[in-house]
């Protein structure tokens, strides 16, 4: 979904922000998010993403730069005025009201007649599937409960824009994973804009129409899941998002598509060159771990193999992980499918494992 | 196989009882050492608080006084109607007197004077009068007529020996024990003084002549004797011999405090203590010039309110504040606000008299800035205002730091999320923000309002006559009336009040959202 910066329903112009007037938290973030699109911010804590939710939500002020809502500036509008629903990491739902006077309470300060503010409540619940809750009081209500509450809350008052500021950070894994695709599901149905932040990456690809990856108060990189996780486009993106076995080398030979790499360990491979400065100069050289072949019989045509000792093997139930030493680096990790005619490595065996040179990316070192 | 079965329901049993038996032993030791780790602490607090205190309200319907120093005048006006216009007979008069005799050389006669006095003033001094106004009564008739019947009346060693019995003891009490104290006031023998032989007459009148004459000891005869020989001392006349003493004597209304005071438990101080005393048909209102309590507590109460009132008004922005503040600084804050702490309550009560007063700072401060004239000083001290602005001062800590610690728990969430909703910040302070610091005000405002209204020194200071509260009536009826009856009277009232205004609290607030940190 290409998004044309200059007609984004929410756009942050070279916005800045600093709290202590000396470090910047926000260091010129240029994004612009498309109408009904589901964006996350997903990033390691401290990196500024928390802070653009705010900013945008009207709790932080901008230090330099502008936020634009459909067109308009919003940088003094107050937080009230905004219409952006938010929902809360710890749900914020007012603990001395019940659950239909939280849901009617951005109604009722909308001065919303009674029988529409009733209709507008049931809707919501119904769409949570929590109707038949209205008098319970938050604290009678489980997590998961009261995160479809407070997801409910926060859009029965029709918003076009929803910031969520990780919402599903207080719940167990597997009620995690349902809310993910409840909320995937919502957004679809309704249509709505979703700022979404989380440190959770498996959240983000799951979820999201693009992901924006903030690290030191910029965006590394903005792209969709699947482009995010197969074409990182500098190591910290491929650190931080799945899995991966990165060995460092020095560029030997450079060219359109293709650059030659010397490992540390002595061997050369080649790789997609993504993110390198010229011939000589220190990369980091990528390869997701399930894109490892540990047979070499199996491998392809044209596929790269190299050296590897067993370090250790753990089965965990759908998948086997190995971890190789390979060029140097002890923590080589390689999953793969437990399929019928996998080969259950031992310790201490000495193999060749292989890879496509397109699965391979030389980064910034 | 029947036996087996009820064999393994038996152990079965047994084995639940020696479970349960197990798990109460544990938890007795578990009890044990919890009550041992405050035994030091309760035993402190019994002893030198709430048994004193427990004592101190009992006073409040404690009336043994008038018994037992006019227990025979107490007996003899059991059969005078108080509804009557009469006085009590002669009989009484006879009573009194040996009772004030032995009270008069115990000095008892001014205490249950004054103790008559605080239900009806003026009593007082016809106790007092007695001591000098009795030597001069003749009683020497009676006196005469024992003597007469037998020389051994003289001898108290002799009558010592004939009250030995017990029997004749039971017979008649009074003598017995008027014997008993002057023998022990004069323990080197001799003749008994007169109230003996006035006690003797009185009880001989309406002792049993059948149970006398029972009596196998030699006084039998003789008091049988003098019960029939009784009537020669008729002209002997007491009441005129008191009421030359005082005329006061002769006023019904004295009897009618005796009889209506004598029993020992009384509820006249609380009835006191709300503007009410007993009257013929059961309580009734004082005469309004000597209403005054109903008055004062209403004043504790309304004033108290207004103190906590002001607190809460000037704390809660206060809290906000501290609350809002990151906590390094909010701590050094939160000393600020302790800070009045560290010195003593006398020196800041004494602070605002300086500063109230109509020399004081604030007034001259203001007719320096022309604010006022030099005539016109304000007078702020010595009354209402004063005892408010320094009990505020004084008490705005205890409202501030529940407040603060109720906010502090409060995240900042709520009102965020509020305001996403759509909420002015007024609309998310009033409807999200206010109602989750209830517990706050609740604790807060309990615990001033409750220190309020028993405070002491303050009002003391600065409060004057018209700021004063309960609690100084309370201290000058314990300091200075020495009516410690009234006193307990007004304190349990004010316990009272309390626990009302606690349990009312309770079912309308619930203790439990009380947080004080």
Redo the contacts between chains.
């Keep these: 979904m290409p998004i044309d910066a200059n007609t984004g329903f929410v756009r942050f112009e070279g916005v800045q922000k600093t709290y202590d007037g000396k470090v910047l938290v926000v260091k010129d973030l240029n994004l612009s998010i498309g109408k009904g699109e589901f964006l996350t911010m997903l990033g390691p804590s401290g990196s500024g993403k928390t802070t653009c939710l705010l900013m945008l939500a009207g709790f932080e002020t901008a230090t330099h730069g502008e936020i634009l809502v459909d067109g308009k500036p919003i940088n003094n509008i107050p937080p009230h005025k905004r219409g952006i629903g938010m929902v809360f990491q710890n749900y914020a739902l007012f603990p001395h009201m019940t659950v239909a006077e939280n849901l009617a309470f951005p109604l009722d300060v909308r001065s919303v007649g009674r029988d529409e503010r009733d209709a507008k409540v049931k809707r919501a619940l119904d769409m949570v599937q929590m109707g038949g809750f209205e008098s319970r009081r938050p604290l009678q209500l489980s997590g998961g409960q009261q995160q479809r509450i407070a997801l409910a809350r926060a859009l029965v008052f029709e918003p076009d824009l929803v910031l969520m500021d990780e919402p599903l950070g207080a719940l167990d894994k597997q009620l995690r994973e349902h809310m993910q695709f409840e909320i995937k599901h919502l957004h679809e149905r309704l249509g709505v804009t979703v700022v979404y932040v989380t440190h959770d990456q498996t959240e983000a690809l799951t979820m999201s129409d693009r992901v924006a990856v903030f690290d030191d108060g910029r965006i590394q990189q903005l792209a969709a899941p699947d482009h995010l996780y197969e074409m990182p486009e500098n190591s910290f993106v491929a650190q931080f998002i799945g899995e991966n076995n990165t060995l460092m080398g020095i560029v030997e030979e450079l060219s359109e598509d293709v650059a030659s790499v010397r490992l540390d360990g002595g061997e050369i491979v080649s790789a997609v060159p993504v993110n390198v400065g010229a011939v000589g100069e220190r990369t980091r050289v990528s390869v997701r771990p399930e894109r490892v072949e540990l047979d070499e019989r199996k491998l392809p045509s044209g596929a790269h193999t190299i050296a590897a000792e067993v370090q250790e093997f753990i089965y965990m139930g759908d998948i086997f992980r190995t971890r190789l030493k390979v060029a140097g680096n002890e923590d080589f990790i390689v999953k793969s499918r437990n399929a019928s005619n996998q080969t259950r490595l031992s310790p201490g065996e000495k193999i060749k494992i292989g890879w496509l040179p397109e699965d391979c990316r030389a980064l910034d070192a | 196989m029947v036996t087996d079965t009820a064999n393994r329901l038996r152990s079965q049993a047994e084995d639940s009882v020696n479970l349960r038996r197990k798990l109460n032993r544990s938890l007795r030791m578990q009890k044990v050492r919890a009550l041992l780790l405050i035994a030091p602490l309760l035993i402190f607090i019994l002893i030198s608080f709430l048994f004193p205190i427990a004592d101190m309200l009992f006073r409040s319907v404690e009336n043994k006084i008038v018994s037992q120093v006019l227990p025979r005048t107490v007996a003899s006006l059991q059969s005078w109607d108080p509804a009557n216009s009469d006085l009590p007979n002669e009989a009484t008069f006879r009573s009194i007197y040996a009772d004030l005799a032995i009270a008069v050389e115990q000095r008892r006669n001014t205490r249950v004077g004054t103790r008559l006095n605080y239900e009806s003033p003026g009593i007082a001094s016809l106790f007092r009068k007695v001591k000098r106004g009795m030597t001069k009564i003749d009683v020497s008739s009676f006196i005469n007529f024992f003597n007469d019947l037998d020389s051994n009346f003289r001898d108290s060693e002799w009558l010592a020996r004939e009250f030995s019995e017990p029997e004749l003891a039971k017979l008649l009490p009074f003598s017995a024990s008027a014997l008993e104290y002057w023998r022990v006031e004069n323990p080197e023998g001799g003749q008994p003084d007169s109230y003996l032989y006035v006690s003797l007459a009185v009880e001989l009148i309406s002792a049993s002549k059948a149970e006398l004459g029972e009596l196998e000891r030699p006084i039998a005869d003789f008091l049988v004797k003098a019960q029939e020989q009784l009537p020669r001392l008729d002209h002997v006349n007491l009441r005129d011999a008191f009421l030359e003493i005082d005329r006061k004597w002769g006023e019904p209304t004295v009897w009618r405090t005796i009889k209506m005071y004598s029993s020992t438990l009384t509820t006249g101080y609380l009835l006191n203590s709300i503007d009410m005393k007993k009257g013929l048909d059961g309580p009734e209102f004082r005469d309004d010039s000597e209403r005054l309590y109903i008055k004062i507590f209403i004043r504790t109460l309304v004033m108290s309110l207004t103190i906590t009132l002001c607190s809460l008004l000037l704390g809660y922005p206060v809290a906000y504040f501290l609350a809002h503040q990151p906590l390094r600084r909010a701590n050094l804050y939160l000393i600020l606000v302790l800070l009045p702490f560290w010195t003593s309550l006398l020196v800041r009560t004494s602070a605002w008299k300086v500063l109230l007063q109509q020399e004081g700072v604030i007034n001259d401060f203001m007719v320096v800035l022309r604010i006022i004239d030099d005539s016109g000083r304000l007078i702020m001290i010595n009354n209402q205002f004063g005892t408010i602005v320094a009990m505020t001062h004084i008490l705005l800590p205890f409202m501030i730091l529940p407040l603060f610690s109720v906010m502090k728990t409060i995240?900042e969430?709520?009102v965020?999320?509020?305001?996403?909703?759509?909420?002015?910040?007024w609309?998310?302070f009033r409807?999200?923000y206010f109602?989750?610091t209830m517990a706050g005000i609740g604790a807060g405002s309990v615990l001033v309002f409750i220190l309020a209204i028993g405070y002491y020194i303050t009002p003391e200071l600065v409060g004057g006559t018209k700021g004063t509260f309960i609690s100084n009536r309370i201290a000058y009826h314990i300091s200075s009336s020495l009516n410690w009856g009234l006193a307990a009277a007004l304190a349990s009232l004010l316990f009272g009040a309390v626990l009302v205004l606690y349990w009312v609290y309770d079912r309308i607030v619930g203790i439990d959202n009380v947080k004080l940190g």
């Design positions: 995240p969430s709520y965020r999320a509020a305001k996403s909703l759509g909420a002015s910040s609309t998310a409807r999200i109602p989750q």
